[in-house]
């Protein structure tokens, strides 16, 4: 399954690495250098994760991203910091996991971007959910309603869900 990814990175050669490991590992990544422009990207696209490198942005850049919460409803924010002391970002209604590498460590960012989108797959699939998403049968045709009716016991089982 191929996941939307954007990823913020104001220092291009850490942002070609962050885009080239989350391609690799089967992500459709859009990179931004600017952050002010974020909110054009965030309005066209709703991507599953949003990466931001806090790497070389400055303060009321910080700020701004910060204001963007409600484009962010639904998606998964990781963000990349050096050390903890870089200061935060808090996106209101909008839960933000860090991911502290110094010096990047790619499988480990991608690793935790998998985490968080498979945390968050999890909290949304549930059985209600499923069976929305299940084809509708009118009920006319006994051998496919049956068909249907145990794709849905199987994924459900599949799925941990009966």
């Given at each position: 399954?191929?996941?939307?990814?954007?990823?913020f990175?104001?220092?291009?050669?850490?942002?070609?690495?962050?885009s080239?490991?989350?391609?690799?590992?089967?992500?459709?990544?859009?990179?931004?250098?600017?952050?002010?422009?974020?909110?054009?990207?965030?309005?066209?696209?709703l991507?599953?994760?949003?990466?931001?490198d806090?790497?070389?942005?400055f303060?009321?850049e910080?700020e701004h991203?910060?204001s963007?919460?409600r484009?962010?409803?639904?998606?998964?924010?990781?963000?990349?910091?050096?050390s903890?002391a870089?200061?935060?970002?808090s996106?209101?209604?909008?839960p933000v996991?860090?991911?502290?590498?110094?010096?990047?460590?790619?499988?480990?960012?991608?690793?935790?971007?998998?985490?968080?989108?498979?945390?968050?797959?999890?909290?949304?699939?549930?059985?209600?959910?499923l069976?929305?998403?299940?084809?509708?049968?009118?009920?006319?045709d006994?051998?496919?309603?049956?068909?249907?009716?145990?794709?849905?016991?199987?994924?459900?089982?599949?799925?941990?869900?009966?």
């Amino acid at each position: 399954m191929s996941f939307s990814t954007v990823v913020f990175s104001s220092d291009k050669i850490r942002g070609a690495l962050l885009s080239k490991a989350f391609q690799e590992n089967g992500f459709e990544v859009s990179l931004h250098k600017n952050v002010h422009a974020a909110e054009n990207v965030l309005k066209t696209k709703l991507p599953s994760l949003v990466v931001f490198d806090k790497e070389g942005y400055f303060r009321n850049e910080l700020e701004h991203f910060s204001s963007l919460s409600r484009f962010l409803v639904g998606a998964s924010v990781l963000v990349i910091a050096n050390s903890a002391a870089d200061g935060s970002i808090s996106l209101k209604g909008v839960p933000v996991e860090w991911c502290l590498s110094n010096p990047l460590d790619l499988p480990l960012i991608v690793s935790k971007a998998k985490e968080l989108l498979s945390a968050t797959i999890k909290m949304v699939t549930r059985e209600g959910d499923l069976k929305e998403l299940l084809p509708i049968t009118d009920g006319s045709d006994s051998s496919e309603s049956e068909t249907s009716e145990t794709l849905s016991e199987d994924l459900l089982g599949f799925l941990g869900l009966k």
